[in-house]
């Protein structure tokens, strides 16, 4: 089975506090995501990564950057958490898109973080 | 610009019977169309990844249908559980990296 695996269940940090957010799977797959999820909002791409070293903006970027310098790990990181942050973040991986039936998305347990 | 709408947003029906959700998307070409459930404070579950060169692909209890056409899935969820208390999210793989989800259906079961 996939497996999506993200550090923390739960954070509880400061305004200003950097913040990091991990994310592993063990199916070698290429492509990771973060997403952030909100009442009301829905899902929302922050980044998402495809290779090793490469990285794309999603929808909501700003406060966010990342890091992928393994295939399997992918960092969510919030240089200086602010109140609005405040959210669950669930990662995903995906295998390469190689037309209809590929793609299969599998998320991590989620991080639910609190920022004060 | 794909969008993807699910009605009805809330749903409580009793134990044993059998219910159908929707999905409803604004643009037929996709990859893909993908049933989640979530429980609650939990991460999203893969159920059932539609190709879309499927009318519909089943799971145990679970039966989801695709008709691009018409912009339109369903799952349908036979003899339900209490078990089967979550919401229920459909993703629309629209692009490479693109996939666009509804804001779920939030599924009671009585029992």
């Known amino acids: 089975d996939v497996k999506v695996t993200q550090s923390s269940r739960y954070l509880v940090k400061r305004t200003g506090e950097k913040v990091f957010l991990e994310c592993v799977q063990d199916?070698?797959?290429?492509?990771m995501f973060w997403y952030r999820q909100d009442p009301g909002l829905g899902l929302r791409l922050i980044y998402f990564?495809?290779?090793?070293?490469?990285?794309e903006k999603g929808d909501i970027p700003e406060g966010y950057s990342v890091s992928r310098e393994k295939k399997e790990r992918f960092s969510l990181i919030l240089e200086s958490a602010s109140t609005n942050q405040t959210s669950m973040y669930l990662c995903?991986?995906?295998?390469?898109?190689?037309?209809?039936?590929?793609?299969?998305?599998?998320f991590g347990e989620g991080s639910r973080l609190t920022v004060l | 610009k794909q969008e993807v709408t699910q009605i009805p947003a809330a749903l409580s029906v009793p134990e044993g019977e059998n219910l159908v959700l929707n999905c409803s998307f604004t643009?037929?070409?996709?990859?893909?169309l993908q049933w989640f459930r979530q429980d609650p404070g939990k991460g999203l579950t893969s159920l059932l990844l539609?190709?879309?060169?499927?009318r519909e692909q089943t799971s145990g209890r679970l039966n989801a249908s695709l008709d691009k056409s018409s912009g339109r899935s369903t799952l349908y969820i036979a003899a339900s559980q209490p078990g089967d208390s979550a919401t229920y999210l459909c993703?629309?793989?629209?692009?490479?990296?693109?996939?666009?989800f509804g804001t779920g259906t939030r599924l009671k079961v009585l029992a």
């Open positions: 995903a991986s995906s295998p390469r898109v190689r037309g209809p039936g590929t793609g299969e998305l599998f």
């Open positions: 199916m070698d797959h290429e492509n």
């Open positions: 990564s495809y290779d090793v070293k490469m990285k």
């Open positions: 643009d037929s070409a996709i990859y893909n």
């Open positions: 539609i190709q879309s060169s499927q």
């Open positions: 993703a629309v793989h629209s692009g490479t990296y693109k996939y666009i």
